[in-house]
C-alpha cells in the first residue's frame, strides 16, 4: 500500500488549497480514508474522513470550511481547503483504515500566514 500526498504549500490567511492523496494497493471499498494533521509540538488529530458510502466526519474547526471526496477511478482522495487559517498550519498526512491496519502517507507541509 503506499499513499503519496501532494498539493501542500504556503497559503495567506483566507486563501485556498486543495490536497490530493494518490493510492495504489488499497482499494476504498469496505475502508475509511481521511487526512490527518499535526502541528508542531501537537498531538496529529484527525481533519476529516470519508467511508465508501461517502459518509464524512470533519473535525470541528474546519466544518463549513473543508471538503473531503474520493475518485474511486483514480484512487484519489482529495481535501479541499477553503478560507484558510493561521491555526490550519502543519503537516497534512493521508490516512486509510483497512479491517487489518492503518496506513499513513509522508505528509505534506501547508503554512498559512496572517
Known amino acids: 500500500v503506499r499513499l503519496v500526498e501532494s498539493g501542500g504549500g504556503l497559503v495567506r490567511s483566507g486563501g485556498s488549497l486543495r490536497l490530493s492523496c494518490a493510492a495504489s494497493g488499497i482499494m476504498f471499498r469496505g475502508n475509511i480514508m481521511g487526512w490527518y494533521r499535526q502541528a508542531p509540538g501537537k498531538q496529529r488529530e484527525l481533519v476529516a474522513n470519508i467511508d465508501n458510502f461517502g459518509r464524512t466526519n470533519y473535525h470541528d474547526s474546519v466544518k463549513g470550511r473543508f471538503t473531503i471526496s474520493t475518485d474511486n477511478r483514480k484512487n484519489t482522495v482529495t481535501l479541499q481547503m477553503n478560507r484558510l487559517e493561521v491555526e490550519d498550519t502543519g503537516a497534512y498526512y493521508c490516512?486509510?483504515?483497512?479491517?487489518?491496519?492503518?496506513?499513513w502517507g509522508q505528509g505534506t507541509q501547508v503554512t498559512v500566514s496572517s
Open positions: 490516512h486509510g483504515r483497512t479491517p487489518d491496519r492503518d496506513y
